[in-house]
């Protein structure tokens, strides 16, 4: 079963700029999930999809941060503008649908973004 | 604000020992807990989850819970330099909005000395 896939690996930017990262998901995981880590934190939830609409998004920084998730699969997540503190891993995890029982998120490779 | 609170690191053990990684929580009516491994510069990996009172067991690592403490652990059994990572606890909380969501404590570096 192929895992969580995050394009691209590595960013580097300078401050204002904009950037976007690609996230697939495990097939069949209706559930998908952004996070942004900061060196020495643990993952922070920024948006969470259930298919193609928003489930929970309180922590996304709205005035920069977006998110989409077209057609329940792909999604991507854009920041504009960047600030310094934005530099972070961006994690995207993925579950089944978590309505009960277990509910295992499973994490790709992330994007470690470096705005300058 | 829901928090999820880690014991201070780093940790070091020497090999073959016992480690034990602690974990406390906020939110009283958390059902879902888990540890998520971090080897640097990779991303979690899930080692375990728990979801009842007690003690859960899977090879080298045993998963602890006390609901009425509040409390999580993750014991490693005869450690080796390869669990030499980063551990992570993660509480499955009802966010506002009904969501159910993941609150990650900042991690345990823990270093297996040869």
Known sequence: ?116 | QKEVEQNSGPLSVPEGAIASLNCTYSDRVSQSFFWYRQYSGKSPELIMSIYSNGDKEDGRFTAQLNKASQYVSLLIRDSQPSDSATYLCAVLSISSGSARQLTFGSGTQLTVLP
């Open chain 1, 1 to 116: 079963e192929a895992g969580v896939a995050q394009s691209p690996r590595y960013k580097i930017i300078e401050k204002r700029q904009s950037v976007a990262f690609w996230c697939n998901p495990i097939s069949g995981h209706a559930t998908l999930y952004w996070y942004q880590q900061i060196l020495g934190q643990g993952p922070k939830l920024l948006i969470q999809f259930q298919n193609n609409g928003v489930v929970d998004d309180s922590q996304l920084p709205k005035d920069r941060f977006s998110a989409e998730r077209l057609k329940g699969v792909d999604s991507t997540l854009k920041i504009q503008p960047a600030k310094l503190e934005d530099s972070a891993v961006y994690l995207c995890a993925s579950s089944l649908v978590p309505t009960s029982g277990p509910y295992e998120q499973y994490f790709g490779p992330g994007t470690r973004l470096t705005v300058t």
